[in-house]
């Protein structure tokens, strides 16, 4: 048995931050966020749930990660139900952060043709580089998959409206980086725990405080496809 099981992982982890932040939005009931918000959350959760879910299990079948002995409660396919809860919370959590944050201004930005090409290249640069790290195999596969999954989102969110993203570069910067390393620490006590292991045969093995800089990328660019999709809908929304 491991020391911390993946519904455990939830009940330590996610549940207590949703029901912070979920409280705490109730009760300041103002936002500088459009009640269209929520829409926009539900659909990328729905988008989330599409796209990682044959994505994550390819990824469990290679053997890059496994779980521990009693970690799960069951699967549907490769991946355990545990890990469908976690990719239909992980936006919630986000999108519940981001509502806290300065909205993104309302008047209309010109995105030229040329600024929309020039993100798409971005987005298809980060996919096609780890396009080619993930059929390298081996230690570069788990980087390469998350760069290679990675890149036609960033391909299409750049490509739509880059430039709206950097005029709210300050709100999607915080709105990245805490429930990114609140993500990272969680994980690493469930790496600890023997909740789930990555593979040293498929992980480069750097790791900072511990934690591979895999999972590190994995809750960088999640979180980011969330504030990234939502922020663009408010501007959307708004104008």
Known sequence: MTAIT?????????LPALLVLGLTTVVRQESAWSSGNWV??????GIALAYTTPWDNY??????????DGAVAARVWHAPVEEYLFIFVQPVLAALWLRRLPAPTADRLSISSADRVVGVLAGVGVGVGGALLAL???TTLYLGAILAWAGPVLAVQWGFGWPVLWRARRTVGVAV??????LCVA????LWSGTWTLSDQHT???AV??????EGLFFLVTTLFVVQGLVLFEWVVRT
């Open 59 to 68: 990824l469990i079948a290679r053997g890059v990660w496994w779980y521990g």
């Open 204 to 206: 480069i093995g750097a």
């Open 177 to 182: 980086a805490v429930p990114t390393l609140y």
């Open 136 to 138: 390298r195999g081996g």
């Open 6 to 14: 993946y519904i455990e992982f939830h009940v330590l982890f996610l």
């Open 209 to 214: 405080f511990g934690l591979p800089v895999e």
């Open 40 to 45: 926009g959350t539900a659909l990328i959760v």
């Open 187 to 190: 994980d690493r006590v469930a």
